[in-house]
């Protein structure tokens, strides 16, 4: 059987696929990849069906060694791609050799790339997912130096094109289109306004559970606590500081702090790819 070996990760490397469905009465979220739209194009590109598991590198850094032939596609954060040495490039379909080697360098934006072998990696699913979710601690365990990932049979389906385009990462300011609420009556109207006309930046506290923004608070309204509620990608709660918090794929199932408004699921993958110090405007939907 083929398989990836893995020599370097970079900053995090983990195994995702389309996510973990079904499960949050039980309080397990869904996790999956960050940018699924950048993850379903590596998979159609290998022609594998919907849903197969792959790579989510963050900031690149990823090496790793064909064990068989192997057919890759790497998308996402436009980042430099050597196969044995020579250049390759991102959203292509890219055929390995017994023993070749691939490499992905720092992205020059964006934050995830996504390595797609075709026929899928091939780890044991947990509660029908092959993803890793980083704060459950559910899922294949992380990417390390020295993993090697099995690969699932090939799809009977070849792929059909050897290269696709992609919508050009931003490499400035990114905006994100928001719904208010579900809690935005507990928030000042200049609480309203400063969210919709300032600049926020990602700080440092980003990871696949989410991003801690920094920029005008955001004053409440009502003192109190809510009762736990629903969480979705998206969602910008804010806690007693004043400072939102933007949940991504690993967000906790439930939250007590009021949520002023939800990214809109077509801006979630610019998100996913907004870096430590990208700056945000939130636009209202609509």
């Known amino acids: 059987m083929a398989a990836l070996e893995v020599l370097e990760t970079g900053v995090l490397t983990t195994v995702q696929d389309a996510g973990r469905f079904g499960h949050a009465r039980y309080g397990v979220g869904r996790s999956g990849a ?6 379903a194009l590596a998979n159609r590109l ?3 069906p919907p849903g197969a598991a792959a790579l989510e590198v963050t900031l690149g850094g990823l090496r790793l060694r064909a064990r068989g032939e192997v057919t890759v596609a790497v998308t996402g954060a436009p980042a430099p791609l050597r196969v044995d040495g020579r250049a390759a490039a991102m959203n292509s379909v890219l055929h390995l050799g017994e023993g070749s080697e691939l490499r992905m360098g720092t992205p020059e934006h964006g934050l995830r790339g996504y390595l797609a072998v075709r026929g899928g990696l ?3 699913p947990v509660l029908g997912s092959r993803s890793t979710d980083t704060l459950a601690g559910l899922g294949p365990a992380r990417v390390v130096p020295g993993s090697v990932l099995a690969v699932g049979e090939p799809p009977p389906e070849l792929p059909v094109v050897d ?3 992609d919508a050009a990462f931003p490499a400035g300011e990114v905006d994100l289109r928001v719904v208010l609420g579900p809690r935005d009556d507990w928030f000042t109207a200049d609480a309203v306004h400063t969210l919709l006309n300032s600049v926020y930046v990602v700080s440092d ?3 696949r559970v989410g991003a801690r923004l920094l920029g005008p608070p955001l004053p409440r309204a009502r003192a109190g606590e809510l009762p736990s509620e629903g969480m ?9 500081d004043g400072d939102p918090v933007l949940f991504l794929a690993d967000h906790p199932v439930t939250g007590g702090y009021p949520v002023i408004a939800v990214v809109v699921s077509a801006d979630l993958r ?6 430590p110090g990208t700056r945000l405007r939130f636009r209202r939907a609509g």
Do not use: E, F, K
């Not at 960050?34 to 993850?39: E, K, M």
């Not at 979705?232 to 007693?240: D, F, I, T």
């Not at 610019?270 to 870096?275: C, E, N, S, V």
């Open 34 to 39: 960050a940018d699924t739209v950048s993850y």
């Open 46 to 48: 290998v022609a594998n």
């Open 122 to 124: 091939d780890v044991p």
């Open 163 to 165: 290269l696709a385009p």
């Open 205 to 207: 506290r980003a990871d």
């Open 232 to 240: 979705v990608p998206g969602a910008l709660q804010v806690p007693h």
């Open 270 to 275: 610019w998100a996913a790819q907004a870096r």
